[in-house]
């Protein structure tokens, strides 16, 4: 055997190893707890799988989430989209140290940021007389959640339309400027058909990351029934050793996270085809 077809058969050799250990990793990975979780979730059978997602903490727990989810995503692509503008078409003093800002939260514990709120917002925080003295809840309420869940999802829209809106530089928007096009017609007409697929996969990333948090979340509203996320009520029912109930609730988060994938795979395909036409 020559060496070149030594060479040949050690290339192809260590190309099926490399794919035989990414698919050993993915199985034992991701496969097998997804699979843990769903034969866990039915391990009693559907009918009771089905009575504990719908039942009335379950069900409050949801609403709470969802609730999160639907004020926190749209407030962080409004940030995402202006901080992306801002970032991607001026030069301004301090726009470094507003692309590190944006970033913060990856950096940060999320129990950190639960901590900080509640310097600020407890009864003994900063701004906890002041609330106390206009009746205003923030910490262990809706509020909270919604302060926790916005702070850890502010990188995703931000972060994801930054570069998209640099690599696709200004000229668009300044044809249209000198045709006479106002701020919001240069937006709507030019500028967010070209990110819209790149916003839709920060949107989906966003909310991805809003139906999961826990750190932030079981800081600032503790673990009050009745008042927790999902991710909280699925650890209150295994703290309580409802096993199989936390495993249905799990099986609950897992539907909605596939919703999720899914989104995420349609974007995916949506800005990589963008990506490709403007290549051409």
Known sequence: MSSFTKLLTSRALGRYLLIALAWLIFLSVLVLPLYVVVSEALREGFSYFWSTITDEESISALKITLIAVVISVPLNVIFGVAAAWCVSKYEFW????????????????????????????????????????????????????????????????????????????????????????????MFWHVTLPNIKWGLMYGVVLCTARALGEFGAVSVVVGNIRGSISLPLYLQALYDEYQQVAAFGVAGMLLLLALCVLALKIWSESRLSHQQTSKEK
């Open 94 to 185: 301090g726009k470094s140290l507003l692309v590190t800002f944006i970033d913060l939260p990856f950096s940060i514990s999320p129990v950190v940021a639960g901590l900080v709120f509640i310097l600020l917002f407890g009864a003994q925080g900063f701004f906890g007389e002041w609330l106390m003295e206009h009746d205003i809840q923030i910490i262990f309420a809706m509020p909270a959640i919604i302060l926790a869940t916005l702070f850890v999802t502010v990188p995703f829209v931000a972060r994801e339309l930054i570069p998209l809106m640099q690599e696709q530089g200004t000229q668009e928007e300044e044809a249209a400027r000198l045709l006479g096009a106002s701020g919001w017609q």
